[in-house]
């Protein structure tokens, strides 16, 4: 059973800094994990897709990394805003056989201080 | 940018009465799921459809819920008799593969009284 785990729990910056978010999953067989960002109340907006056969995806000041044999994704994220205050979840669906269900990380609750 | 459009985004029910929340997936989309979140925890899978059938389900989705895609754009999620720990937020997500991509919709808020 895959499990998923992000660390920290929660997170306070100065406006400007640079931060890393980590996710790390239990079962390295993935075919792919995904980013997520959760405003207060709100759905879930994709951030960045990396493949199973990717180490990196970069969109604008975000990057993730992917460690499949380690079992380990980095979000970091460049010149952190006020507007990046949100929780960042980690999701990863599951290798193949059918399976469909995608287990989620519990989030990091980010807080950029102007 | 294509979206997975959720209504309504909040709704109040009594315990006992039945609730449906509609979905409408992206078009070209070909799985669609229902996930839900309880305030302050996990996000959790409960039911994946195609081609008109269940594909997976979790163990919370027991007899009380039902899925049904009535034409080919809306996609919904019934409860029939709410209970308190029903209250969670319900998001609706589409993908155009098989585990690739999942698009998430706003999610509509239960709240049972």
């Known amino acids: 059973k895959q499990e998923v785990t992000q660390i920290p729990a929660a997170l306070s910056v100065p406006e400007g800094e640079n931060l890393v978010l980590n996710c790390s999953f239990t079962d390295s067989a993935i075919y792919n994990l995904q980013w997520f960002r959760q405003d207060p109340g709100k759905g879930l907006t994709s951030l960045l897709l990396i493949q199973s056969s990717q180490r990196e995806q970069t969109s604008g000041r975000l990057n993730a990394s992917l460690d499949k044999s380690s079992g380990r994704s980095t979000l970091y994220i460049a010149a952190s805003q006020p507007g990046d205050s949100a929780t960042y979840l980690c999701?990863?669906?599951?290798?193949?056989?059918?399976?469909?269900?995608?287990?989620f990380g519990i989030g990091t609750k980010l807080q950029v201080i102007p | 940018e294509p979206e997975v459009t959720q209504t309504p985004s909040h709704q109040v029910t009594q315990m006992g009465q039945e609730v449906i929340l509609r979905c409408v997936p992206i078009s070209n989309h070909l799985y669609f799921y229902w996930y839900r979140q309880i305030l302050g925890q996990k996000v959790e899978f409960l039911v994946s459809f195609y081609n008109n059938e269940i594909s997976e389900k979790s163990e919370i989705f027991d007899d009380q819920f039902s899925v049904e895609r009535p034409d080919g754009s809306n996609f919904t999620l019934k409860i029939r008799s709410t209970k308190l720990e029903d209250s969670a937020m319900y998001f609706c997500?589409?993908?155009?593969?098989?585990?690739?991509?999942?698009?998430f919709g706003s999610g509509t808020r239960l709240t049972v009284v």
């Open positions: 999701a990863v669906p599951p290798y193949s056989g059918g399976y469909q269900k995608v287990t």
């Open positions: 997500a589409s993908s155009e593969t098989l585990g690739y991509g999942y698009t």
